[in-house]
């Protein structure tokens, strides 16, 4: 589904930012090594709080804008799989939560090239910046020697 609309990016932004946080949950649940679910759930928490910061955005930044035309994003390609169960290894959920950071960093930085609004696209590019620093994170999770089993 294109998402031909600012008022679009940001709802879908919202909705992949919780389900993100879900997903972390999740994840840390699963996790058998404490340091590694301390991480997922403090990247859980970073997405609770994402999640209010683009629908506070979305409040502050932006009125009739809403409508302003955006072309070029579509769901397709920032959609990540984020299903996890007791059943998936540690390697499955550490893919899947790069894979996560990975789309959301793109979808970021994406929308912050098309849009005309400044402030809205400074707030984009540091949400961008901050889904980097997530990646370090898990990064570091995985050069740690089984993190997870």
Same mark, same amino acid.
Do not use: C
């Given at each position: 589904?294109? =998402?031909?609309?600012?008022?679009?990016?940001?709802? +879908? /932004?919202?909705?992949?930012?919780?389900?993100?946080?879900? +997903? #972390? $949950?999740?994840?840390?649940?699963?996790?058998? @090594?404490?340091?590694?679910?301390?991480? +997922?759930?403090s =990247? /859980?928490?970073?997405?609770?709080?994402?999640?209010?910061?683009?629908e506070?955005?979305?409040? $502050?930044?932006?009125? $009739?804008?809403?409508?302003?035309?955006?072309?070029?994003?579509?769901?397709? @390609? #920032?959609?990540?799989?984020?299903?996890?169960?007791?059943?998936? @290894?540690? @390697?499955?959920?550490?893919?899947?939560?790069?894979? =996560?950071?990975?789309?959301?960093?793109?979808?970021?930085?994406? /929308?912050?090239? =098309?849009?005309?609004?400044?402030?809205? /696209?400074?707030?984009?590019?540091?949400?961008?910046?901050?889904?980097?620093?997530?990646?370090?994170r898990l $990064?570091?999770l995985?050069?740690?020697?089984?993190?997870?089993?």
């Amino acid at each position: 589904m294109e =998402l031909g609309t600012l008022g679009a990016v940001l709802a +879908f /932004a919202v909705k992949l930012e919780g389900q993100g946080a879900e +997903f #972390y $949950e999740k994840v840390a649940s699963l996790a058998k @090594d404490p340091p590694a679910s301390e991480v +997922f759930l403090s =990247l /859980a928490e970073a997405k609770r709080k994402r999640k209010k910061r683009v629908e506070r955005g979305r409040r $502050e930044y932006v009125n $009739e804008m809403l409508l302003e035309p955006i072309v070029g994003l579509n769901t397709s @390609d #920032y959609l990540v799989e984020t299903e996890v169960s007791s059943k998936n @290894d540690y @390697d499955t959920a550490w893919r899947l939560a790069t894979e =996560l950071e990975e789309s959301s960093q793109r979808l970021y930085l994406d /929308a912050a090239e =098309l849009i005309t609004l400044p402030q809205l /696209a400074r707030v984009l590019k540091k949400l961008g910046q901050e889904n980097a620093d997530h990646r370090l994170r898990l $990064e570091s999770l995985r050069k740690r020697d089984g993190p997870g089993e």
